[in-house]
């Protein structure tokens, strides 16, 4: 299987949980930023025009990361990375698709690309507000969202199951722009952060994406 990465992207935690799960995959680099997934030839592959994307041996195009995950998962099951308890499952995820839907789609897209929420904005028209109020809402939204997940985490190691799993690899791809934006990480997520970059897997993908 291949997959397909930028840099800085949420396509981090897809490459993590392969390289986690040992089974053979290729990883190609692709610069998202200069508009690689916006070219003919990325979207023949995925329409959607995004990473991860995730090509199959059997040329099936898996996209969006909590459904690739929960595939990978699937492939692996000794290794927990879903947990097989319906309770710790739900818990599993609950906190990846808050990771996934609302730190990442709603509070760091505000930030990173304000430009798509500020012309469809009713609130920002309506109340004429000033450039520059999406990026603050977002920032104000990764804030409050941190100190959720912080009080979700307690005292726990890993975020559901009592192993490193599929939200554990979502948490960090989140917890991982915190810096590019300035944002401080409360105690427990700041705790998980540096228990997730210390597997060896995680640091070997670190290795060949070369960030911190
Ligand atoms: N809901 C998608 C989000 C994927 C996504 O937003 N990927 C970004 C990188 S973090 C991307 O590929 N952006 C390229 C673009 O919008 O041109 C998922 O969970 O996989």
């Given amino acids: 299987m291949k997959l397909y990465w930028g840099p800085h992207t949420c396509a981090i935690g897809t490459h993590v949980l392969l390289e986690e799960i040992d089974m053979p995959y290729e990883a190609e680099k ?25 090509v199959l041996d059997d040329g099936r195009v898996l996209t969006e990361y909590g459904a690739i995950a929960v595939w990978l998962a699937r492939q692996a099951p000794h290794l927990n990375l879903l947990p097989a308890d319906p309770d710790e499952e739900e818990r ?30 009713p609130v920002h028209q309506t109340l004429g507000l000033g450039q520059g109020s999406v990026k603050k809402q977002g920032q104000q939204m990764i804030e409050e969202a941190f100190a959720i997940v912080d009080r979700q985490l307690g005292g726990r190691e890993w975020a559901a199951g009592g192993t490193f799993g599929i939200a554990d690899a979502a948490l960090f791809y989140v917890e991982r722009w915190a810096s590019q934006v300035k944002a401080e990480l409360p105690a427990n997520v700041a705790a998980h952060f540096e228990r997730v970059k210390a597997r060896p897997a995680v640091a070997k993908v ?6 911190s």
Avoid: C
């Avoid at 998202?32 to 995004?50: D, L, Q, R, S, Y």
């Avoid at 599993?92 to 469809?120: C, N, W």
């Fill in 30 to 54: 692709i610069d998202v930023a200069g508009g690689a997934t916006k070219e003919p030839w990325f979207k023949a592959i995925n329409p959607k025009a995004k990473v991860p994307t995730l």
């Fill in 92 to 121: 599993a995820l609950s906190l990846m698709d808050y990771a996934v839907g609302t730190i990442h789609g709603q509070a760091f897209a505000r930030v990173f690309m304000p430009e798509k929420f500020e012309p469809q904005d």
């Fill in 206 to 211: 670190m290795h060949v994406w070369g960030e």
